[in-house]
């Protein structure tokens, strides 16, 4: 993962990945966005989890962290949708 922006993306927001629907079920991985802060620990960039339920703005999101199910609620900015093969 980088550890900042390029010089040209530096305070620029994707308002595609800020306004995303996400369902319940769906599949997703967590990608923080640098210009707004996550407010989690490290451990969970890059872990994928399944969406739960909708929280306001936010979505509550089932992560499984060390063999314990774990749930976080995450603004959609920070998530970004994986398909599954089944």
């Known amino acids: 993962m980088a550890k900042g922006k390029s010089p040209r993306q530096k305070g620029k927001i994707s308002f595609t990945r ?9 599949y997703v991985a967590v990608a923080p966005e640098r210009s707004i ?4 620990s490290k451990r969970i960039i890059g872990r994928t989890g399944k969406i ?12 499984r ?6 749930t976080y609620l995450i603004k959609p900015i920070h998530l970004k949708k994986i398909e599954v093969a089944q």
């Open 18 to 26: 800020f306004f995303q629907h996400l369902k319940t079920g769906d």
């Open 37 to 40: 802060k996550l407010g989690y």
């Open 52 to 63: 739960i339920s909708k929280r306001g703005s936010a979505y509550n999101v089932a992560i």
């Open 65 to 70: 962290e060390l063999n314990k199910p774990k």
